[in-house]
């Protein structure tokens, strides 16, 4: 209990005694008046503590919680005797926590990063006023296997990245000396734990945050799988009126018997106490026991919706002989939703499309160890898209961003990393069902979560050699996990993903969970946009008595690569425009599905993979370090009811050609207004229907162009373009256009981190320039030597030559080049001849350089008698290859 003078003061401010006129019986059931409406108003949650309290905020307060983030010390590697508490840390790494180890190797050129063990130590003097407490260690995330020493004794070990554990170390802390804190935590991979394989970096480190709480002997647990200990729901919600159910369990720490009063008032947003509850509970010496009680009906609850996202809050006090000696608070949203396999998604009785996106947490330089303002940000960053619908993939995430989605108002799918493949082991199957226990029980009280997901396209991946039985066994699995889901919680739904190999591929996993997410890529991985919606009408024919929900959708773009001809997988950010639009209409089309999500809200790390950008999956709506690409804005203007008006050119300010009709551009503004007008260099370009997308062919002068959209309802929007003409380059020698640069191969541009566009490439015609001969080829791998990887992975191969029709002088001609096919010597090679002079005898790319490395060459030569560049390509193995040409005239 609590021993110390002063203790006494929390039974003087207890909340809810304040707030409580009349008493309310065991049962639950108010027996004196209802409760003053607004009686709490103007006292803060928690009366006892913060600045201005007066008294020692310890004391005042039954429950103690705060931060041990800071003057940690880290030390990569498994380092003997690390756990001891006179271990000298002196040499370690001053870390602050949230940390991860793999913030940079995450992102460098190299393939891997690094997966195995790191040490965090830390010293931790604990103030006296916590001496008689109970003495809890919460940490809210550390990637995967994290062991918690205190003073050189094992406090606990908990396996898997994503939910948050809670260790009782009271026995363990000294209050004479400081305490030493000691964590090892190992994020090499192990086939017991989820995720094994999956498309984003699995960063090892204790990468959210570390709370210490201390708490009377007498408390709400803490140990129930890192839950609030507390749960909420609500057996009857209507407009009418509302119940909430809450149960707990009560821990006794103390030697002797106890009876406690748990009271639970249910706070509306005003903090006025609308229902209260009360009931009596013995709690054993040593022991625990449950309570379980059911609010009054509190009348015309105001409904939690995305719209309108009314939260109450229910504070729990526990008061032992005439003490508060605990007090919790949870969140509570008043809702009801309903899933229709023909109709879609209900919430509160009316129809209510889903519309939203996936969400990964890392940032650059961040990794996955993100303050709670940076993951509040991100749920604001998909709130104003106009989303409300958010599938927190392929993980638990932080409590901030819980907290912040039922805030915001944004509709929850929530799921545990089992993704790609499973392991055939008991120890994966019961990781898998420990972390879906955790996960409900952690996030059970918001309202915001509607789905609980715990497979992501398990059947992606068929181990080989394939164990016998593995797909039963999967789908055995499946099962499991979704009968646990419906134990702990019966008042959501489950969902399951699968890709589009996987939806007939007869496992029966598609017919396990409640409601089917598919994650469709028509038109990026395989297929077209246009033929996604009848895709969708002949499965839904086919499966009319399934919930369908688009869990993934997406394509990839990089803002330096610009197409007038977009097409699946070149990662053009104009391909990305056209694929969100023509997708998401056809899904807005379709009123049986429950809803969509984007793949994916923000660019993300993805260690493995190899796109225009390595380490990153470029699908975001927004890039990796959340600036916003133009296709956000579309979905601006298609969900939100404020005016959007947006001339998407920003991800494309700088283009060029070399010919007069190049100078003609598209150009795009996304609008919700019904109707548009586009200036350039304030002439009128006319009027086009809004409500989208509106296009235009804008004639752009060389040098700055500025482009302003005009709608009645908005303030105009203006961008500015810069055009670099290059049509002089060509005619005139004098000419102040001295560079011209070309994409060999491609049929995009590409801008450099000079700014410099590098052309799409094109026949030759007599007066301009270009290639004879040859094949595009486009290969994603990382470049290693440069970041120009667009430059590279395009190609042109078998050409006889280019040609440019340029006027005599001299020239300096940078080629590049890169082998993206052949890893050994001798399967190509040739001759690169630049008027004449041998550039490159005998080629071998590979076996010079080795495959994927860049490489470039400058030959500075003469253009006489009116004859231009001639670039020729003769071959004595396999066929020419050439990335990319760069004309400067001297
Ligand atoms: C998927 C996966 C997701 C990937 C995504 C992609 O279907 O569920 O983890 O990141 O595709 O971009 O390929
Ligand atoms: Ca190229």
Do not use: C
Request: aromatic share 10%.
């Amino acid at each position: 209990m609590i021993a110390r003078p002063g203790a006494g003061r929390a039974a003087a401010i207890g909340l809810l005694a304040l707030l409580v006129g009349g008493g309310a019986d065991g049962a639950g059931r108010m027996t004196g008046g209802a409760p003053e409406p607004g009686a709490a108003s103007g006292r803060g949650m928690e009366p006892g503590r913060g600045p201005g309290a007066g008294d020692d905020a310890a004391d005042a307060s039954p429950r103690v919680r705060f931060t041990v983030n800071d003057g940690w010390r880290f030390a990569a590697g498994d380092l003997e005797g690390a756990a001891a508490t006179e271990f000298d840390d002196s040499a370690w790494t001053p870390v602050s926590l949230p940390h991860t180890w793999n913030a940079e190797d995450a992102l460098t050129e190299a393939v891997g990063y690094r997966r195995g063990t790191g040490w965090y130590r830390k010293h931790l003097a604990l103030d006296a006023s916590l001496r008689n407490r109970r003495i809890f260690l919460r940490f809210e995330g550390a990637n995967q296997v994290a062991d918690v020493f205190v003073n050189g004794r094992p406090a606990g070990r908990h396996v898997g990245g994503y939910t948050a554990f809670a260790f009782d170390v009271t026995d363990d802390v000294r209050f004479d000396a400081p305490n030493v804190i000691a964590v090892r935590v190992d994020n090499a991979h192990d086939e017991d734990i989820p995720p094994l394989n999956a498309d984003f970096t699995f960063y090892g480190g204790i990468y959210r945050d570390v709370w210490l709480i201390a708490t009377s002997a007498v408390h709400v647990t803490l140990l129930d799988h890192a839950s609030p200990g507390v749960f909420i729901d609500t057996p009857e919600v209507s407009e009418a009126h509302a119940t909430a159910r809450i149960r707990g369990t009560i821990v006794n720490h103390e030697r002797r018997d106890t009876r406690v009063t748990v009271t639970s008032g249910v706070l509306d947003g005003s903090g006025a106490a609308v229902a209260v509850v009360r009931t009596a509970l013995a709690v054993p010496a040593g022991g625990s026991a449950s309570f379980h009680q059911v609010t009054p009906r509190v009348a015309a609850p105001r409904l939690w919706s995305p719209d309108e996202p009314n939260l109450y809050r229910v504070v729990t006090e526990v008061s032992d002989r005439g003490r508060i000696v605990d007090r919790v608070e949870n969140p509570l949203g008043f809702r009801w939703f309903r899933v229709d396999p023909e109709r879609g998604f209900f919430l509160n009785g009316r129809s209510h499309p889903l519309y939203g996106t996936n969400r990964h947490q890392d940032r650059p330089g961040l990794g996955s160890a993100l303050p709670d303002a940076a993951h509040r940000e991100d749920v604001a960053l998909v709130k104003a898209t106009g989303f409300n619908f958010l599938r927190l993939a392929h993980y638990p995430q932080d409590a901030a961003v819980l907290e912040a989605m039922d805030r915001r108002g944004l509709i929850g799918w929530e799921e545990i990393p089992v993704v790609n493949i499973i392991s055939l082991s008991p120890a994966f199957a019961d990781n898998a069902e420990r972390m879906l226990v955790e996960m409900i029980r952690q996030h059970y009280n918001h309202p915001s979560i509607v789905f609980w997901g715990y497979m992501n396209e398990v059947l992606l991946r068929k181990p080989t050699p394939m164990p016998d039985g593995y797909i039963a066994r999967v789908r055995q699995l499946a099962e499991r996990l979704e009968a646990r889901v419906w134990a702990e919680d019966s008042t959501r739904v489950t969902a399951i993903a699968v890709s589009f190999d996987e939806i007939d591929d007869g496992s029966g996993v598609q017919d396990v969970a409640r409601v089917l997410g598919l994650n469709l890529y028509f038109g990026w991985y395989y297929r077209t946009i246009e033929t996604f919606g009848p895709y969708l009408d002949s499965l839904h024919a086919r499966h009319p008595t399934r919930p369908l929900l688009i869990s993934e959708y997406g394509a990839g773009s990089d803002e330096r690569i610009h197409t007038l001809e977009p097409g699946a997988f070149d990662f053009s950010t104009e391909h990305q425009q056209r694929f969100h639009e023509a997708t998401f209409r056809q899904i807005r089309e379709r009123a049986y599905l429950t809803g969509s999500a984007v793949w994916n809200q923000f660019d993300f790390g993805s260690k493995g993979r190899h796109d225009s950008k390595p380490n990153i999956n470029q699908k975001g709506l927004l890039y990796f370090d959340r600036r916003p690409k133009d296709v956000w804005q579309y979905y601006r203007a298609s969900l939100r009811e404020e005016p959007v008006l947006h001339i998407a050119a920003r991800d494309w300010p700088r283009r060029a050609g070399s010919r007069p009709e190049d100078a003609r551009q598209p150009v795009t503004v996304y609008t919700n207004l019904p109707e548009v007008e586009l200036l350039a260099n304030g002439t009128s370009l006319g009027r086009q229907p809004g409500r989208g997308a509106a296009r235009w062919t804008v004639p752009l002068q060389p040098g700055a162009n500025r482009l302003e959209a005009r709608a009645p309802g908005s303030a105009p929007d203006a961008f500015t373009v810069t055009y670099d003409d290059r049509a002089t380059f060509f005619t005139d020698a004098g000419s102040p256009v001295t560079v011209m640069a070309v994409n060999a191969g491609s049929h995009y541009q590409y801008t450099d981190a000079a700014g410099l566009v590098w052309e799409a490439d094109r026949p030759f015609t007599p007066g301009g320039w270009g290639h004879t001969g040859g094949e595009p080829q486009l290969r994603h791998h990382r470049i290693f030597g440069s970041d120009d990887d667009p430059l590279y992975q395009s190609q042109l191969e078998g050409m006889e030559q280019y040609r440019f029709a340029v006027p005599d002088g001299s020239y300096e001609v940078q080629l590049r080049f890169a082998e993206m096919e052949h890893a050994a010597a001798g399967q190509r090679v040739f001759d690169v001849v630049v008027n004449g002079h041998v550039v490159f005898g005998a080629l071998d790319l590979a076996g010079r350089y080795g495959r994927h490395a860049a490489v470039e060459r400058t030959v500075v030569v003469e253009a006489a008698g009116g004859s231009g560049l001639t670039i020729g390509f003769t071959p004595s193995a396999g066929r020419a290859t050439i990335s990319g040409i760069l004309l400067r005239r001297m």
